[in-house]
């Protein structure tokens, strides 16, 4: 099992709209290394969804419910995939970028060293804690 954080801007699509679809098609990734990544996600990984750019904080859990297939959004260019993420819970508290940045075991996480991608692998010590602090 692997363990993954997804980006989102909460103005353009936030967990609660998440929360009101059921489901989400993970599209419009156009950065080799975050394509790599979902193209990499297995069926039941878990999956942590943060808000970026306003709020820059944790604030759910989610799965993947299907894994990688061609993005329908560009099917001229087989390059790019997507996939399915369902939400499981909302964190009990948020957990924000401040306290992922002060938290020891968090210090190579990529959310931080490369915070740029939109997806990332999460190892499971890392996945724990941000689960503990937002409980």
Known sequence: MNYWLVKSEPDAYSWDDFIQQGKAVWDGVRNYQARNNLASMRL???????HSVAGKEVVGLAK???EAYPDPTI???????VVELEPVTRLSKPVSLQQIKAEPLLQNLL???????SVVPVSVNEF????????
């Open 44 to 50: 039941g990984d878990p999956v942590l969804f943060y």
């Open 64 to 66: 993947v419910s299907h």
């Open 75 to 81: 099917p001229e260019d087989p390059r790019w995939v």
């Open 111 to 117: 959310l931080i060293r490369q915070s740029r991608l």
């Open 128 to 135: 724990e804690c941000i689960l503990a602090l937002g409980s």
